[in-house]
């Protein structure tokens, strides 16, 4: 299977431990971006995961690069130039504190990349799948008209497309999502949502839900499910279900809807005590592709998805370093998480 993700990559810096950005007087220095994460868990998986962006030619930018690299992603097709590689910082929250995210990606290459810098008739040669998010389009009006023609060009060669929404208020307002997004989705097969992102940007919402006290309704994201599927003609709709009891511990599931036999799929549901959130959508976009794309059925592929992204929780950084017997592994039930000898 070989599959084209598009989208930002950015330097993550963080404090070490716990620490507040105030207190801190030095930072981790890692890599991250949605769909470079996806692009991981898939070439960990042993996909043919290709990254599509634009970085500069500079030594930070090299270094984006190598960042994928070793863990086998295809970057053949990386556009190098611009001046600046994207920056987000990254408090990481404990307790009843909530993590918080600075952006500092204004005037980074890909966003200020023009369509004509990718030649997407030969990125989809022989591809299966394409996967961006809707942070990608929220940089700007040039990255709304990039992710279009990649969607038409996807679509120009029989490549099933998937989209997690992913809205990011610190980006774009929600009339300019809304506008954006359903733009896009028309293009979509795949749809990737959470509890809040649909309500965001498409005004759908689950009822007798409350997603900070950790309440959550199956019934009301069915509706959620189709009321999307309607809107677009998605062949499926994916919704992670995050009830957030603390910022260590979250209950975490999701639900997969197959339009054509009319499922409605729950997983199973892990009580996650978490060292690392970030990439836990991610996560769980790689699992959902890797499974459908490996002819898994609708329950088998939610609870892989789920499984994959239960694991990333517990891993530092945004990619996901787990392998595919981990993921089976845990999927099939086995979450003692006793020492492997």
């Excluded at 984006?64 to 920056?87: F, Q, W």
């Excluded at 409350?210 to 309607?230: F, M, P, R």
Aim: one cysteine or more.
């Amino acid at each position: 299977m070989k599959v084209v993700t598009f989208g930002e990559l950015m330097v993550r810096l963080q404090p070490y431990n716990y620490e507040r950005f105030v207190q801190a007087d030095h930072l981790e220095f890692s890599f991250g971006g949605g769909e470079a994460n996806v692009a991981v868990s898939l070439a960990n998986y042993g996909a043919e995961a290709v990254f599509v962006t634009k970085l500069p030619a500079h030594a930070i930018g090299q270094a984006a690069v190598n960042s994928l690299r070793r863990y086998g992603v295809d970057t053949t097709k990386i556009v190098r130039g611009g001046d600046r590689v994207g920056i987000y910082y990254n408090e990481k929250g404990a307790s009843q504190r909530g993590s918080v995210c600075i952006y500092d990606r204004a005037h980074s290459a890909i966003q200020e990349s023009k369509p004509s810098d990718f030649d997407w008739d030969s990125i989809f040669e022989g591809v299966d799948w394409f996967h961006f998010t809707g942070i990608t389009p929220a940089l700007g009006a040039n990255l709304v008209e990039t992710c279009e023609a990649a969607c038409k060009a996807a679509k120009a060669k029989g490549v099933k497309i998937s989209c997690d929404l992913n809205y990011r208020g610190k980006l774009w307002t929600r009339e300019q999502a809304r506008e954006a997004m359903t733009r896009l989705c028309q293009y979509v097969d795949v749809c990737i949502s959470n509890e809040e992102d649909a309500k965001d940007v498409f005004g759908i919402e689950a009822e007798a839900t409350d997603i900070t006290a950790g309440s959550l309704n199956h019934e009301g994201y069915k509706s959620v499910a189709k009321q999307l599927a309607d809107k677009f003609g998605f062949e499926k709709v994916a919704i992670t279900l995050r009830e957030s009891h603390s910022a260590f511990d979250n209950g975490w599931s999701a639900m997969l809807y197959d339009v054509a036999s009319g499922e409605y799929c729950f997983s199973k549901k892990y009580d996650l005590h978490i060292i690392d959130r970030v990439g836990g959508g991610d996560s769980f976009g790689g699992g959902l592709i890797y499974s459908l794309l490996s002819g898994k059925s609708t329950q088998e592929a939610v609870e892989f998805a789920v499984a994959a992204s239960a694991l990333k929780h517990s891993i530092e950084g945004d990619y996901n370093m787990v392998t595919l017997p981990e993921v089976e592994k845990l999927a099939g039930g086995d979450g003692s998480g006793r020492i492997q000898r």
